[in-house]
C-alpha cells in the first residue's frame, strides 16, 4: 500500500528533489552511489522500473492516484507519494508535468563503455550534444531503429536528465549506453568497429553508400549542435558520411539526421 501525503508545506525537504535540486546536484559527481534522477510520465517510470531502477519517491496529481497511474503506483508500495492540484504541482516544480507524475529514482553505476560495446555490431557516439531533448531523441531513435549500444563524450547531456528520458520515451532504459573517457575512440577502433563521421564535407560518401552495407561493425559519431564534429575527429574516423540535402537545406538537426542515418546503417544491415 502506498503512503500517500497530500503537500501542504512547500518548503519540505523531502520536496527538494521535485523543485529545487538541479540536474547536476541529483546526479552527484562527488558521490556517485548517492546519484538520483527524476523520471517523468508513466510510461518513462514503468520502463525504468522494469530496468531495474529504485523508486525514493513519487510526485503526482491527486485524481490520479486512484485512476490513471493506479497501476504504475501499484508497482511502488511503501515509498512516499506526495499529491497536490495540478496547479499546484505545476507551481511547485515550474513545469506542468507529463501526464501528473513524476519519480525520483536511485541511479544505478555507471557502465563501463568498452565493455558494452564488445557484442555489439552498430552504436552510436555521440560528440558533446547538449542539448537533452536531442539526447532524448536520439537515443529513442538508436532504440527503435537497430542501433545496440549509444556512447556519450562527457561534454553530453546526461541521458537520465529528466527531459532527456521524457523525450526519449524510456528507451533511455531499454538500449546500452554509457559515457566514452575521452582517448576511447581509439579503443573502439581496436575492437574492429569502423567508425563513421557523419558531417557536412564534400570529400565524403553518401549515406547508402554499400561499402558501408557490408561493415560488419559500425560506430556512427554524431556532433553538437551548430558546430557538428570537430575536424580533428572526423580525420580520425574511417569514414565521412553526408545525408544528400534538397530545395536549398544546408543540414538537419542532429536528431533528425541520427534517424536517417540509423535507418540506413542500422536496422537494414542487422543481419549482413
Not at 522500473?49 to 503526482?60: I, M
Not at 529513442?140 to 531503429?145: F, K, Y
Not at 553526408?242 to 535507418?263: E, Q, R, T, W
Amino acid at each position: 500500500m502506498n503512503n500517500i501525503i497530500e503537500i501542504t508545506d512547500f518548503n519540505a525537504p523531502e520536496l527538494d528533489v521535485y523543485a529545487r535540486l538541479t540536474e547536476a546536484q541529483l546526479l552527484n559527481k562527488e558521490f556517485p552511489e548517492k546519484g538520483l534522477f527524476v523520471a517523468e510520465s508513466p510510461k518513462v517510470i514503468e520502463r525504468a522500473l522494469d530496468a531495474g531502477y529504485e523508486p525514493v519517491s513519487c510526485l503526482t496529481e491527486k485524481r490520479h492516484i486512484g485512476g490513471e497511474n493506479k497501476h504504475v503506483l501499484a508497482r511502488m508500495k511503501d515509498i512516499p507519494v506526495f499529491c497536490s492540484e495540478l496547479d499546484v504541482l505545476t507551481q511547485l516544480t515550474g513545469f506542468k508535468l507529463t501526464r501528473g507524475m513524476l519519480c525520483t529514482m536511485k541511479r544505478k553505476p555507471q557502465p563501463d563503455a568498452i565493455r558494452i560495446c564488445k557484442d555489439k555490431r552498430r552504436i552510436v557516439i555521440l560528440d558533446k550534444v547538449m542539448n537533452p531533448t536531442n539526447v532524448g531523441a536520439i537515443i529513442r531513435s538508436a532504440a527503435a531503429l537497430g542501433m545496440d549500444a549509444v556512447l556519450l563524450t562527457p561534454g553530453c547531456s546526461d541521458p537520465l536528465y529528466r527531459r532527456a528520458a521524457r523525450v526519449s520515451m524510456g528507451t533511455v532504459f531499454q538500449i546500452d549506453w554509457a559515457f566514452l573517457s575521452d582517448d576511447s575512440l581509439d579503443e573502439i577502433k581496436t575492437m574492429g568497429f569502423k567508425t563513421v563521421a557523419m558531417a557536412l564535407k564534400d570529400n565524403s560518401l553518401s549515406i547508402g553508400d554499400p561499402r558501408l552495407a557490408k561493415e560488419e561493425k559500425l560506430a556512427v559519431v554524431m556532433g553538437t549542435e551548430g558546430d557538428g564534429l570537430a575536424d580533428i575527429t572526423i580525420d580520425n574516423c574511417d569514414y565521412t558520411v553526408k545525408i544528400p540535402m534538397f530545395h536549398g537545406v544546408d543540414s538537419l538537426n542532429v536528431a533528425a539526421a541520427s534517424a536517417v542515418a540509423f535507418y540506413e546503417l542500422g536496422i537494414k544491415h542487422n543481419d549482413i
